[in-house]
C-alpha cells in the first residue's frame, strides 16, 4: 500500500527560489499564492508548511498585515527566515538537484512565480476554486449521512479516522503521515501499531489489488470482480501490445494508470510535456521523474509515440472499468464508504482493525487472508445495493 505523492518538493524548490531571488535576509512567503502558482490546495501548502518548520527549513519570526486589491482583505502574512542550505541538501537528497549551483534556474522559476501572481485572475480563480470544494464538501455530507453515522460508530478514541465531518474526501488518520514497513527501516508505524493493539505478535496487513480500479470495475458493473483477478493485467491484456506480461511490466503499467484515472483531460498535454523535456533537471520531482521513467520505458519496447500508448491504455480502461468517464477524485467517497462498512462488519465479528488508504491492519491469527476477501466481497455488494 502506498501513500498519496508528496508536493513538498515543488513548495520547497519555491521557497528556495524566492529566499534566493529577494534582496531582504527575512522573506514574506504566502501560502495562498504558492497554492495557486502550484495549483495544489491551501491546506497542502500549509502542511508542508508546517513540515519545513518541524525540520528547521523555515523559521517564523514575524507577521505583518498587507492589504490585498483582488480580496479587498488585509491578510495577515508571516515573515520568515530560510535556511537554504538545509533545504537544498533535502531535494539533493530527494531528487538529485543541487539547486543552488543552479542559480539561473532557480532566479527563472522565481520570475515566472512574480509573473504568475502579477495577474489577479490566477489568484481570485483560485479562491473560486477553494470556494467550489467547501462547497462540494457540504454537498458530500448531506449525500453519505449515513456513512458518517455509521464511522461514529465503528470509529475508535485512539487513532480516530477523519472523513467528511473533517472535510476530508477520503478516511484518513494520523497513521497515514506514517510509511510502512517496507519502506521504513525503522518500522515506525509497526511500532505505533503494536502499541494500539497492545501486542508483540506480528502485525499483518491486508489490502485489496488495484482497490481504486477495482471498485470502479464494481460500479461500472454492479458486481464484483473475482478478487484474484489482475486489474492491471486485464487492462494491459486489452491494449493489445505486443509485451510479455511480468512483474517488471506490471510495476511500470501501475504508474502509468493513475494520473490517466485522475486527469484523463490532462493526457495531451502531459505527453506533450513530456516530448519536450525528455532531458529535464530540477523541475520535476521525485514521482514526475519515475512516471516519465515509465514513459521511456514503453517507448522504447513498443517504438509508439507515448500520446498513442496512453491513449490506448485509457480506452482499454474504460472498456475493462465499465466506464464513460473515470470517478477521478470522487472514487475515494465510495473507497472510504466501503471500508466504513468493512469496519462495521469487522466489529460485528469483533476483530480488531486498523484502517490506512486501502489497507487493513489486524494482529496475526486473528483474521485469515480467505476471511478478509469474504468481507470486502460482502461490503461491496451492500455498497452496490444501496447505490440502486
Not at 449525500?143 to 455509521?150: H, R, S, T
Not at 473515470?326 to 486498523?354: G, P, R
Amino acid at each position: 500500500m502506498k501513500t498519496k505523492p508528496s508536493k513538498f518538493i515543488n513548495v520547497l524548490q519555491l521557497i528556495l527560489a524566492y529566499s534566493v531571488s529577494c534582496t531582504e535576509e527575512n522573506i514574506i512567503l504566502n501560502q495562498l499564492t504558492f497554492a495557486s502558482f502550484l495549483d495544489i490546495s491551501h491546506r497542502t501548502v500549509a502542511r508542508h508548511f508546517s513540515k519545513a518548520k518541524e525540520l528547521g527549513y523555515i523559521k517564523i519570526i514575524g507577521s505583518v498585515r498587507i492589504y490585498n486589491k483582488h480580496t479587498k482583505n488585509n491578510w495577515l502574512s508571516n515573515i520568515y527566515e530560510v535556511n537554504n542550505d538545509k533545504i537544498n541538501e533535502y531535494i539533493k537528497s530527494e531528487v538529485g538537484a543541487d539547486l543552488l549551483n543552479d542559480i539561473d534556474n532557480l532566479i527563472n522559476l522565481y520570475h515566472e512565480y512574480m509573473n504568475f501572481i502579477k495577474n489577479p485572475t490566477n489568484l481570485e480563480d483560485k479562491l473560486i476554486i477553494d470556494k467550489k470544494s467547501q462547497n462540494k464538501i457540504d454537498i458530500l455530507k448531506k449525500e453519505n449521512v449515513y456513512y458518517i453515522k455509521l464511522l461514529d460508530k465503528v470509529n475508535n478514541n485512539v487513532i480516530p479516522l477523519k472523513y467528511l465531518n473533517q472535510d476530508k474526501k477520503r478516511l484518513v488518520s494520523n497513521l497515514c503521515s506514517t510509511r510502512n514497513q517496507s519502506h521504513d527501516p525503522n518500522n515506525t508505524r509497526i511500532k505505533i501499531l503494536k502499541n494500539y493493539f497492545k501486542t508483540e505478535s506480528d502485525i499483518i496487513e491486508y489490502d485489496t489489488n488495484a482497490s481504486i480500479y477495482r471498485l470502479s470495475y464494481a460500479l461500472g458493473h454492479g458486481y464484483c470482480a473475482p478478487l484474484d483477478m489482475d486489474m492491471y493485467e486485464v487492462i494491459f491484456k486489452e491494449c493489445n501490445f505486443d509485451l510479455e506480461w511480468n512483474d517488471e511490466l506490471r510495476s511500470i503499467f501501475k504508474k502509468i494508470l493513475m494520473p490517466i484515472y485522475m486527469r484523463e483531460s490532462s493526457l495531451k498535454y502531459r505527453c506533450l510535456q513530456y516530448n519536450s523535456q525528455k532531458s529535464w533537471k530540477y523541475i520535476f520531482n521525485k514521482t514526475d521523474r519515475e512516471q516519465y521513467n515509465s514513459y521511456i520505458w514503453l517507448e522504447e519496447r513498443l517504438q509508439r509515440p507515448i500520446w498513442n500508448i496512453l491513449d490506448t491504455i485509457r480506452n482499454s480502461m474504460h472498456k475493462v472499468l465499465g466506464l464513460n468517464k473515470f470517478y477521478k477524485a470522487d472514487i475515494f467517497i465510495y473507497e472510504s464508504n466501503l471500508h466504513i462498512l468493512m469496519l462495521k462488519l469487522l466489529k460485528d465479528l469483533n476483530v480488531q482493525t486498523l484502517n490506512v488508504y486501502d489497507g487493513f491492519y489486524f494482529v496475526k491469527g486473528t483474521l485469515s487472508r480467505e476471511e478478509y476477501n469474504e468481507i470486502y466481497t460482502k461490503a461491496s455488494n451492500i455498497l452496490l445495493s444501496q447505490l440502486k
